[in-house]
């Protein structure tokens, strides 16, 4: 069974930052894509950066200032968050498009459970 571990969340001031980190465990063959989205409260999910086939997309609003960076051999996913505003302020969820190993395998999207970002003075 394929689980995807997210830390690095917390309480940050405007201007500061943070790193998120997703780790997936389990028997995977392969990742097609990784990913950060966010929830506002009140708002829908909505996709933050993505890197798939080695090509990386923002949203606009985190543009210039958040980066992700993925290392393949750990099966893992990072968001480096710098100049945070208020508005970035939500629960952050990796997700990842793998295909299981064993038999028989399968080709999923997989979802942390979210961790807590918050920007406030």
């Known amino acids: 069974q394929v689980q995807l571990v997210e830390s690095g969340g917390g309480l940050v001031q405007p201007g500061g930052s943070l790193r998120l980190s997703c780790a997936a465990s389990g028997s995977i063959f392969s990742i097609y894509a990784m990913g950060w989205y966010r929830q506002a409260p009140g708002k829908q999910r909505e996709l933050v950066a993505r890197?798939?086939?080695?090509?990386?997309d923002y949203t606009d609003s985190v543009k210039g200032r958040f980066t992700l960076s993925s290392d393949n051999a750990k099966n893992t996913v990072y968001l480096q968050m710098n100049s945070l505003k208020p508005e970035d302020t939500a629960v952050y969820y990796c997700n990842m498009l793998l295909t299981t190993g064993g038999w028989p395998s399968r080709q999923a999207q997989y979802w942390g459970q979210g961790t807590q970002v918050t920007v406030s003075s």
């Open positions: 890197i798939t086939g080695g090509h990386t």
